[in-house]
């Protein structure tokens, strides 16, 4: 399993160091999203897809969605400490995912980032919801099977006793989230069944007191980096995530409620065969903020999916 939190060294260098004007950038622009990739890497991200990889002496570029009559005449790498160029560089590769995105409509990566925006970067909105993403695009490769998940959270509630004490040793839990955007996300090769059987697969793993524990590193490092900003100056500690009973969290974006497919995938969930708590988000009127108190189990969603039809 791999370890997705920084190294020390990285972690430092975008506390104080050479790589402070970057992170600096990603807080002032909410449009772009930072997340860890391992002891010395980490990506930017704008609308869901890839502006560049970060490591600790240079910054490369994605020249995925950059129109291959430019590809050849691009340098796309810089090295860290030119943070004029790095971050003047930005505003042209988030036009090339816009005009990408508008071409093909593939929505769901960007409406994942907006679930990490409102959770995690809107002050009040944020502290008042009851999940942090720590992590998406979550893949891990354990040479027999690749485990990939939209969002890795941690579930803190936000009202009473839970939050007033601040006690990260007993209150929150570890929580993957799923998220299908649109009634043709929810078969085939990556439906909800599918989903259920890897995350079940992958959570009988051996190694999920190092997955948590590895979370649990990232929620700390994004609290301390500012990056979830009403937790910096609170306790952020968390431990023995793996002791608790873990959550995976349905979010699906803009169903039609007079079809039937939605309802009759989540019909087919047998919460028995499952050792883990599953969930369907439901909005708090509109939104993408969390709440515990609004997630439906697998029977409760088919009742309300049959009386809002």
């Not at 691009?74 to 860290?80: D, I, K, R």
């Not at 100056?233 to 349905?250: A, Q, T, Y």
């Amino acid at each position: 399993m791999n370890k997705r939190a920084l190294g020390e060294k990285m972690f430092k260098s975008f506390l104080d160091g050479d790589l402070k004007p970057l992170l600096e950038e990603v807080k002032k622009d909410d449009t772009l999203d930072l997340e860890f990739r391992g002891e010395s890497h980490a990506i930017i991200y704008y609308r869901g897809g890839k502006i560049c990889d970060i490591y600790e002496d240079k910054v490369v570029f994605d020249t995925a969605y950059m129109p291959e009559a430019l590809k050849a005449e691009t340098f796309n790498e810089l090295q860290v400490g030119n943070y004029v160029n790095i971050i003047n560089e930005i505003p042209t590769y988030k036009r090339y995912i816009d005009y990408k995105m508008s071409e093909k409509h593939a929505y769901e990566r960007e409406f994942q980032q907006v679930v990490v925006r409102e959770n995690n970067r809107h002050h009040d909105i944020s502290h008042d919801s009851d999940y942090y993403i720590t992590d998406i695009e979550y893949m891990d490769d354990d040479g027999t099977k690749t485990s990939r998940f939209d969002m890795i959270s941690i579930k803190w509630r936000s009202t009473g006793i839970d939050r007033r004490e601040h006690n990260a040793s007993k209150v929150p839990v570890l929580s993957i989230i799923e998220m299908k955007y649109g009634d043709n996300a929810l078969t085939g090769n990556s439906g909800i069944g599918d989903h259920l059987r890897d995350m079940r697969d992958f959570i009988k793993s051996n190694e999920m007191s190092f997955f948590c524990d590895d979370v649990a590193e990232i929620f700390k490092q994004k609290c301390k980096l500012g990056l979830i900003p009403d937790m910096k100056d609170k306790p952020h500690e968390v431990s023995n995530l793996s002791d608790r009973r873990i959550e995976v969290v349905f979010l699906i974006g803009n169903h039609k409620p007079a079809k039937s497919k939605l309802c009759e995938e989540i019909a087919k969930i047998k919460s028995s065969e499952y050792d883990f708590d599953i969930k369907f988000a439901r909005a708090s009127l509109m939104g993408y903020c969390l709440y515990d108190s609004l997630m439906l189990t697998p029977e409760e969603c088919v009742e309300f999916l049959q009386k809002n039809k």
